[in-house]
């Protein structure tokens, strides 16, 4: 038993919270298992009880034939309806704390679930995320979730429940988040053919280091690059990668595939499928259908030496 | 006494010299509701082999992390397929063969209501399983999960025909599902022997008239919302797409409208079943027979308030939410007490553990997991951190295997040597037993806890977290210890078909009237039923002196 909670705090468990929201979920989720267990150990006990104590014998005769018991039945429902009844009213009033109606104010982050990266847009600044999210600690954030193809789900079980993202429909979570970290999350909506390759990856800062963080990201500094990145620059506006993708202060306003203005300050590319380095960079611009098959970015023929123009420009997109 | 229908065994095929009494072509000729009950079955052990194959692939998949044994299209192709057989094509026959067999033997009668629609009912079936199936041959099979949610169901996300197969099979194998539910709607009301009123009924034959009713009001609801999607597909109706000015959430709600009284729909006959089986080998009459079709009842009607709790997390709102949450405990209670009411049987009883009562008494403990899982889904907060994760996963399937499966298999042991005149091996019987629910336990217990740890289902691959690894391996071995589980409980059949003992018309000593006839029943059930007063009409036979 102890092994197992063991594994079960491995960084994104639901036991392992990070937010006064999960917090609250996690209270009621020991009292669920506690009153569980007990409901589970008798009838565990019962039945062994019953199965022991009742069987027949070589010299069994036929039982006494009892139909039915009026007292028996009542406690049969009683019991269970009080419990029942008791977590109903703990739920509701957990259900108030955690997701309290969003009013009209405006949200503090607007986020899109595409197929198969998430876009994180931060209101009143032109920053734009992808996949790697940065968020304030210590403020409730009211998030506003929308699709932009199917339905996908915000999950990140430190910081409490989750919420689909529909076409058409706007949705909205309250989050506040207790320390800075990385807290881990996924997609959890069955959303297609790379459903488990949409992980989220919530990185929480003081309000200060976000202020600067978000002040930082509203432009490119743009960084003295060597011929080979500046080569890479030219293809990437002259090829197809600008239509579906944006850096800022370039010609290239894509919104089709994530933003590239700061790709290489993410830790992992392709929504958590792997580590951000160049030749992960290399392999997806040779054949991102053979990396992450029925992604949206389609194969382009490029030189070798193309490609490595391609990659020696985006490893510097800080 | 009153007249008892003949069955039309001996007609002939109209244009065909051979008589319907010989070999394949008296089986699919058939209108005799044992050959059909049988054939239900035997089409349900096929179709299990078939998705118990898909999963063992979508097992080794997840077998270690970061696997590539599977590309994610077929991945996606094997779970959705292998939802959509156990629901629809396992799950489904294997009862409906269950209620064709019995039914007319457990209320006297020689036949149902419509021996031809009742072919015609299986036939459909059949012919849906093997449409569905040509799907892999006819460019791919549905890969939007046995739930198809819209859009990801649209042709724009999914374009080969599997969901148009989803879509037509279903339909198919629908219009039999209803047609039989109809069928033995009459039958139990109109073909009762004379003398048995509704409140001698045996249990099962309770339960499968609620639940015809049940599947009477839920399957429109599917049928409507598989012609909506085929429209859309076909001919860009636009009903579950957003931008032309559809919903994807009509989609959940028709889908659930019909889903979550489905599930009930495959516990209700279990609990028929062992309402039959428990007071058998305690040799007690059932505790509160009106208790339980009372509960029966409550759960058929409240099945129809409770489907939103498969959509807590779509942002209805917390008084939508909150209202269904209460429905949803409160159906808790009627499925939950019914635990408490085979207890009572048990108590003071005398019992015999044979394969049959073993399996019952396990289903009390790996039923009961499932439930308390899934009152946690009825608890709102923790439904948000939960669902959709392998949490979910492991509660269904203690709720499918530990519930409908653990229920088909006590009464294939029980009724088995009534239906074959054969009675298989015990010995083999039970080591069959164990293995089955240790590894059944094996397989599901630990996807809690992988749940609980953040692992979302219905993912073809995983990080490697701590943890998350030593737990899928687990999991996967107990899932191959199940399938060669499946393999011995096949050989154990067709061994005692060929050369299994002889049974007796009553091995187990029971009390109803299926077992007044010989093992196996004459192509005519009864020439003559022996008087029903009670619920217990064989016994107060065997022992009139103390009748109830
Ligand atoms: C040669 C030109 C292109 C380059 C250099 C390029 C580069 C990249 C990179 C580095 C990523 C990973 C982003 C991340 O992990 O945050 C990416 C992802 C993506 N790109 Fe492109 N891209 C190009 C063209 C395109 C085009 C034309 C499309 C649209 C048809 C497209 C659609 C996408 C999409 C949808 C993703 C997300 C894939 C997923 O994670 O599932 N890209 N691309
Ligand atoms: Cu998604």
């Given at each position: 038993?102890?092994?197992?909670?063991?594994?079960?705090?491995?960084?994104?468990?639901?036991?392992?919270?990070?937010?006064?929201?999960?917090?609250?979920?996690?209270?009621?989720?020991?009292?669920?298992?506690?009153?569980?267990?007990?409901?589970?150990?008798?009838?565990?006990?019962?039945?062994?009880?019953?199965?022991?104590?009742?069987?027949?014998?070589?010299?069994?005769?036929?039982?006494?034939?009892?139909?039915?018991?009026?007292?028996?039945?009542?406690?049969?429902?009683?019991?269970?309806?009080?419990?029942?009844?008791?977590?109903?009213?703990?739920?509701?009033?957990?259900?108030?704390?955690?997701?309290?109606?969003?009013?009209?104010?405006?949200?503090?982050?607007?986020?899109?679930?595409?197929?198969?990266?998430?876009?994180?847009?931060?209101?009143?600044?032109?920053?734009?995320?992808?996949?790697?999210?940065?968020?304030?600690?210590?403020?409730?954030?009211?998030?506003?979730?929308?699709?932009?193809?199917?339905?996908?789900?915000?999950?990140?079980?430190?910081?409490?429940?989750?919420?689909?993202?529909?076409?058409?429909?706007?949705?909205?979570?309250?989050?506040?988040?207790?320390?800075?970290?990385?807290?881990?999350?996924?997609?959890?909506?069955?959303?297609?053919?790379?459903?488990?390759?949409?992980?989220?990856?919530?990185?929480?800062?003081?309000?200060?280091?976000?202020?600067?963080?978000?002040?930082?990201?509203?432009?490119?500094?743009?960084?003295?690059?060597?011929?080979?990145?500046?080569?890479?620059?030219?293809?990437?506006?002259?090829?197809?990668?600008?239509?579906?993708?944006?850096?800022?202060?370039?010609?290239?306003?894509?919104?089709?595939?994530?933003?590239?203005?700061?790709?290489?300050?993410?830790?992992?590319?392709?929504?958590?499928?792997?580590?951000?380095?160049?030749?992960?960079?290399?392999?997806?611009?040779?054949?991102?259908?053979?990396?992450?098959?029925?992604?949206?970015?389609?194969?382009?023929?490029?030189?070798?030496?193309?490609?490595?123009?391609?990659?020696?420009?985006?490893?510097?997109?800080? | 006494?009153?007249?008892?229908?003949?069955?039309?065994?001996?007609?002939?095929?109209?244009?065909?010299?051979?008589?319907?009494?010989?070999?394949?072509?008296?089986?699919?000729?058939?209108?005799?509701?044992?050959?059909?009950?049988?054939?239900?079955?035997?089409?349900?052990?096929?179709?299990?082999?078939?998705?118990?194959?898909?999963?063992?692939?979508?097992?080794?998949?997840?077998?270690?992390?970061?696997?590539?044994?599977?590309?994610?299209?077929?991945?996606?192709?094997?779970?959705?397929?292998?939802?959509?057989?156990?629901?629809?094509?396992?799950?489904?026959?294997?009862?409906?063969?269950?209620?064709?067999?019995?039914?007319?033997?457990?209320?006297?009668?020689?036949?149902?209501?419509?021996?031809?629609?009742?072919?015609?009912?299986?036939?459909?079936?059949?012919?849906?399983?093997?449409?569905?199936?040509?799907?892999?041959?006819?460019?791919?099979?549905?890969?939007?999960?046995?739930?198809?949610?819209?859009?990801?169901?649209?042709?724009?996300?999914?374009?080969?025909?599997?969901?148009?197969?989803?879509?037509?099979?279903?339909?198919?194998?629908?219009?039999?599902?209803?047609?039989?539910?109809?069928?033995?709607?009459?039958?139990?009301?109109?073909?009762?022997?004379?003398?048995?009123?509704?409140?001698?009924?045996?249990?099962?034959?309770?339960?499968?008239?609620?639940?015809?009713?049940?599947?009477?009001?839920?399957?429109?609801?599917?049928?409507?919302?598989?012609?909506?999607?085929?429209?859309?597909?076909?001919?860009?109706?636009?009903?579950?797409?957003?931008?032309?000015?559809?919903?994807?959430?009509?989609?959940?709600?028709?889908?659930?409208?019909?889903?979550?009284?489905?599930?009930?729909?495959?516990?209700?006959?279990?609990?028929?079943?062992?309402?039959?089986?428990?007071?058998?080998?305690?040799?007690?009459?059932?505790?509160?027979?009106?208790?339980?079709?009372?509960?029966?009842?409550?759960?058929?009607?409240?099945?129809?308030?409770?489907?939103?709790?498969?959509?807590?997390?779509?942002?209805?709102?917390?008084?939508?939410?909150?209202?269904?949450?209460?429905?949803?405990?409160?159906?808790?209670?009627?499925?939950?007490?019914?635990?408490?009411?085979?207890?009572?049987?048990?108590?003071?009883?005398?019992?015999?553990?044979?394969?049959?009562?073993?399996?019952?008494?396990?289903?009390?403990?790996?039923?009961?997991?499932?439930?308390?899982?899934?009152?946690?889904?009825?608890?709102?907060?923790?439904?948000?951190?939960?669902?959709?994760?392998?949490?979910?996963?492991?509660?269904?399937?203690?709720?499918?295997?530990?519930?409908?499966?653990?229920?088909?298999?006590?009464?294939?042991?029980?009724?088995?040597?009534?239906?074959?005149?054969?009675?298989?091996?015990?010995?083999?019987?039970?080591?069959?037993?164990?293995?089955?629910?240790?590894?059944?336990?094996?397989?599901?217990?630990?996807?809690?806890?992988?749940?609980?740890?953040?692992?979302?289902?219905?993912?073809?691959?995983?990080?490697?977290?701590?943890?998350?690894?030593?737990?899928?391996?687990?999991?996967?071995?107990?899932?191959?210890?199940?399938?060669?589980?499946?393999?011995?409980?096949?050989?154990?059949?067709?061994?005692?078909?060929?050369?299994?003992?002889?049974?007796?018309?009553?091995?187990?000593?029971?009390?109803?009237?299926?077992?007044?006839?010989?093992s196996p029943p004459e192509l005519k059930n009864f020439d003559q039923v022996i008087p029903v007063n009670s619920t217990r009409p064989f016994r107060d036979f065997k022992r009139p002196d103390d009748a109830d």
């Amino acid at each position: 038993m102890a092994g197992y909670l063991c594994l079960i705090s491995n960084g994104q468990s639901i036991f392992e919270v990070a937010s006064p929201e999960a917090e609250k979920i996690r209270a009621l989720t020991y009292g669920f298992l506690i009153a569980a267990a007990g409901v589970m150990l008798l009838i565990v006990l019962l039945t062994i009880y019953i199965s022991v104590k009742f069987r027949a014998k070589a010299t069994s005769v036929e039982p006494i034939q009892i139909k039915g018991n009026r007292k028996v039945e009542i406690l049969m429902v009683g019991f269970p309806l009080v419990l029942v009844i008791g977590f109903f009213f703990w739920s509701i009033k957990t259900m108030r704390e955690v997701l309290p109606p969003h009013g009209d104010g405006p949200p503090d982050i607007i986020i899109t679930g595409h197929q198969w990266w998430w876009e994180a847009v931060y209101p009143g600044s032109k920053v734009v995320a992808a996949n790697e999210i940065y968020l304030p600690t210590g403020k409730r954030l009211l998030i506003e979730l929308n699709a932009a193809d199917v339905i996908h789900d915000w999950w990140v079980p430190a910081l409490g429940g989750k919420m689909d993202l529909i076409p058409g429909m706007v949705n909205h979570l309250w989050v506040t988040i207790n320390k800075p970290g990385t807290y881990e999350g996924t997609c959890s909506e069955f959303c297609g053919q790379q459903h488990a390759w949409m992980r989220i990856r919530v990185v929480a800062q003081s309000p200060e280091d976000h202020e600067q963080w978000l002040q930082a990201h509203s432009q490119r500094t743009e960084l003295p690059m060597g011929t080979l990145a500046l080569e890479g620059k030219a293809l990437f506006m002259k090829a197809s990668c600008s239509n579906c993708h944006s850096v800022q202060g370039t010609i290239a306003t894509g919104g089709e595939g994530p933003d590239l203005t700061h790709f290489a300050s993410r830790k992992t590319m392709l929504a958590g499928m792997m580590d951000n380095n160049p030749e992960n960079v290399y392999k997806w611009l040779t054949d991102p259908q053979k990396v992450k098959p029925g992604s949206h970015m389609p194969r382009f023929i490029f030189a070798k030496d193309s490609i490595a123009a391609l990659t020696a420009y985006l490893t510097q997109l800080k | 006494m009153k007249a008892i229908r003949l069955p039309e065994s001996e007609k002939p095929i109209p244009g065909l010299s051979v008589s319907t009494n010989q070999g394949l072509l008296q089986w699919i000729s058939s209108v005799d509701h044992k050959q059909i009950g049988i054939m239900y079955l035997w089409l349900s052990v096929l179709f299990l082999v078939m998705g118990g194959c898909e999963i063992l692939l979508v097992r080794l998949q997840l077998v270690v992390p970061n696997n590539d044994f599977l590309d994610p299209e077929v991945f996606n192709q094997l779970f959705t397929m292998h939802g959509t057989t156990m629901i629809f094509f396992v799950a489904m026959p294997a009862i409906f063969g269950f209620n064709t067999y019995l039914v007319p033997l457990m209320i006297g009668a020689n036949d149902m209501a419509y021996p031809r629609l009742n072919a015609f009912s299986f036939w459909l079936t059949f012919f849906g399983g093997l449409m569905l199936y040509f799907s892999f041959l006819a460019g791919g099979a549905p890969d939007a999960g046995w739930f198809n949610y819209a859009p990801l169901n649209q042709y724009n996300y999914s374009s080969s025909p599997g969901i148009d197969y989803y879509c037509s099979s279903l339909l198919i194998a629908g219009i039999g599902t209803v047609s039989a539910s109809a069928n033995f709607i009459v039958t139990i009301l109109k073909y009762r022997v004379g003398t048995m009123s509704l409140k001698h009924m045996p249990l099962f034959v309770w339960m499968v008239l609620i639940n015809s009713f049940l599947i009477l009001a839920a399957f429109p609801a599917l049928n409507a919302a598989l012609a909506m999607l085929l429209l859309d597909r076909q001919l860009h109706a636009h009903f579950f797409t957003a931008i032309g000015g559809g919903s994807a959430i009509l989609w959940q709600h028709l889908f659930w409208l019909f889903g979550h009284p489905e599930v009930y729909i495959v516990i209700l006959p279990i609990f028929g079943i062992f309402s039959e089986i428990f007071p058998v080998y305690s040799r007690k009459p059932i505790f509160g027979y009106n208790f339980i079709i009372g509960s029966g009842m409550a759960i058929a009607l409240l099945a129809f308030g409770v489907w939103i709790h498969h959509m807590f997390a779509t942002g209805l709102g917390n008084t939508v939410n909150g209202f269904f949450a209460a429905s949803s405990m409160l159906i808790g209670i009627p499925t939950g007490v019914k635990i408490f009411n085979w207890l009572a049987t048990m108590y003071g009883g005398a019992i015999r553990f044979k394969v049959a009562m073993m399996f019952a008494v396990a289903f009390l403990v790996e039923f009961t997991i499932g439930g308390l899982s899934g009152i946690s889904f009825a608890i709102i907060p923790i439904d948000w951190q939960l669902t959709d994760t392998y949490y979910v996963v492991a509660h269904l399937h203690y709720v499918f295997i530990g519930g409908t499966l653990f229920g088909l298999l006590s009464g294939l042991f029980y009724w088995f040597p009534k239906i074959s005149g054969r009675i298989p091996d015990e010995r083999l019987s039970k080591w069959f037993f164990w293995l089955f629910v240790i590894s059944f336990n094996l397989t599901f217990l630990v996807q809690h806890a992988l749940g609980a740890m953040g692992m979302a289902r219905r993912v073809y691959t995983y990080p490697d977290f701590a943890g998350w690894g030593t737990l899928n391996l687990i999991s996967t071995t107990g899932g191959f210890l199940m399938g060669i589980s499946i393999g011995l409980l096949v050989y154990i059949l067709v061994k005692a078909i060929r050369k299994g003992v002889q049974a007796p018309a009553d091995p187990w000593d029971a009390s109803t009237l299926e077992w007044t006839t010989s093992s196996p029943p004459e192509l005519k059930n009864f020439d003559q039923v022996i008087p029903v007063n009670s619920t217990r009409p064989f016994r107060d036979f065997k022992r009139p002196d103390d009748a109830d």
